[in-house]
């Protein structure tokens, strides 16, 4: 049976509610917990971009659930930080932590000051980065010269048993890429028929772990207003690559989206009232093979979401 579990968008909503949200989350039933790690939103209208390994400790000690978080280690963050953020985190809960390792978007990774690699670059760049993450996990001293730089560096705090370092990926080639080296695989909701291929693919290249499986969904009373609530806040997030990667700044994702219709942001976002719909849709990802399934309504306000999928979608579930 697949674990169901909350999305934390750090980029729509204020770290202090999102801690409320994730606590109400596990009392509503949910039986996981994942994050974001921004430093920019998607659109102005979101407003938010709390720094994701502050609230995960925070989170972590107020719950009891398992957290994962997306990260893009080798422009923003450096390996051996993102290492010790890792570490630091599964040797104070056992058992409770892993992370998404990805190429990363220009709108959070452009701060440096850097140029923004073309994408064999920064594809190249995190096979690096999880070589240099995996040996400092496992006690080694690392230096290495590369797309990324490391100078005898080593974690002097480490948990017993190394997280699991999950590959993301939202497109076949990149699914079956991340078999090569990943501990599991996470993507985001996407037709039946695409999503069914990168389950081939990464299990087909001699994949391992869980498959995990991020829905974007938007859900109220009626289905104009979850459509509204849905266009007002994902419409920024249509856009295929390379357009999501290379934008680089919020005020851009705001201009672009200025004519999405709500039609095209239904397209990528489970929108209904009908939460025997929601559970239908859920329950057609687990009969594809995800095990782990993070619903995130894109909604800012989470409280009605998380008190009524958890009273009426999560039962529908088990």
């Known amino acids: ?54 609230w995960l400790g925070a989170a972590l000690q107020a719950t009891e659930l398992r957290f994962g978080v997306v990260n893009a280690p080798g422009q923003r963050y450096h390996p051996a930080i993102i290492a010790q953020a890792i570490g630091t985190l599964a040797a104070m809960f056992p058992g409770r932590f892993w992370a998404a390792l ?53 974690l002097w705090t480490r948990p017993e048993t190394p997280p699991e370092l999950v590959g993301a990926a939202v497109s076949v080639e990149t699914a079956r890429w991340c078999a090569e080296w990943a501990d599991g695989l996470i993507t985001v909701n996407a037709p039946t028929e695409t999503l069914r291929q990168m389950v081939e693919a990464y299990r087909g290249a001699g994949g391992r772990g869980r498959l995990a499986l991020q829905v974007h969904l938007s859900w109220a009373e009626d289905d104009d207003k979850a459509l509204a609530i849905a266009h007002d806040q994902w419409r920024s997030n249509t856009f295929r690559p390379p357009v999501c990667w290379d934008l680089d ?57 998380i008190d009524a999928f958890g009273a009426k979608v999560l039962p529908q579930l088990a």
């Not at 049976?1 to 999305?7: I, K, N, S, V």
């Not at 920064?122 to 496992?138: F, G, H, K, Y």
């Not at 705001?254 to 025997?276: C, H, I, R, T």
Request: charged share 25%; glycine share 8%; net charge negative.
């Open 102 to 154: 990805g190429t990363g978007e220009a709108s959070n990774e452009h701060i440096t000051g850097e140029g923004w690699p073309r994408k064999s670059v920064r594809t190249a760049r995190l096979r690096e980065c999880v070589d240099v993450i995996r040996a400092l996990l496992s006690g080694e001293e690392v230096s290495h010269d590369g797309l990324v730089t490391v100078d005898r560096a080593r």
């Open 249 to 305: 700044t919020a005020e851009l994702f705001d201009v672009v989206s200025e004519d999405v219709p709500p039609s095209k942001v239904a397209e990528v976002v489970n929108v209904s009232s009908d939460l025997g719909w929601h559970a239908a849709r859920l329950n057609e990802y687990a009969e594809l093979g995800f095990e782990e399934i993070y619903l995130h309504h894109v909604g800012r306000e989470q409280e009605a979401f």
């Open 1 to 54: 049976m697949a674990t169901y579990g909350f999305h934390s968008s750090h980029e729509q909503i204020h770290p202090a509610a999102l801690l409320k949200a994730v606590v109400r989350a596990e009392q509503a039933g949910f039986a996981a917990a994942m994050s974001s790690d921004h430093f920019s939103p998607w659109s102005a209208r979101q407003g938010q971009s709390g720094f994701a390994w502050s």
